[in-house]
């Protein structure tokens, strides 16, 4: 029998919530078979709702970074000053996955397993996440900050500063030495002296020798 639009989006999200809740239970990632079985389902109504892994652990990835979604478009949608957007952008993602951590870290440690083994199937977020990041920067330039370095160069910059804030895993390896208090410091310092122009604060990284291979 057909199955609905309405229909097939709820069991999406039930079966992906459910899924969840196995891997949370057991420790270990489940499997497609292992899905079918646990959702009540015949093979044939799950392959509707579900036409592989893939398509499963997508819908499982849309529920996992719902709430940082959410939180980047309401920065987005905000009228903070650059620097505090900047910071907001970063802070409320990292506090989502922090109190996730804390909660439970053998379960946070075996999603962040699951988005390695996966992540071309969560690399479409991490490219929105640089997409708004970038919607962050114009308006910082627009107020006169980063000034003179190009869009690309000024993410770039960014992400490697606050990698540690940003990508899930680091919380496993360092925990509570990351703290707002800290991000609010580099985003402060990346205010203070990011800049591609010659005079005060500026280029600071670029009067280090940068030692040749050879050397």
Sequence with gaps: MAITKETRQAERERIARMVLGLVKERGAEASYAVAVTESGLSRSRFEQIFEDYDDLFDAI???WFAPH???MEEVLQSDLPPNRAMYEFFRR???ISRDRFRE???F???ICEMGAANFERVRSYV???DHYLCEVI???QADGFLAGLEIDETLSLINQMVSNYTLPDALIYLGDKLTEEKLAR???TIFIGLSGETGDAARGVNTIRIAAQSD
């Design 186 to 188: 580099i985003v402060d």
């Design 93 to 95: 993602r990292f506090v």
């Design 138 to 140: 114009v308006r910082a």
């Design 108 to 110: 946070f440690t075996m």
């Design 69 to 71: 979604m959410e939180v």
């Design 127 to 129: 490219d929105l996440g």
């Design 61 to 63: 990835a849309h529920i």
């Design 104 to 106: 439970d870290p053998e």
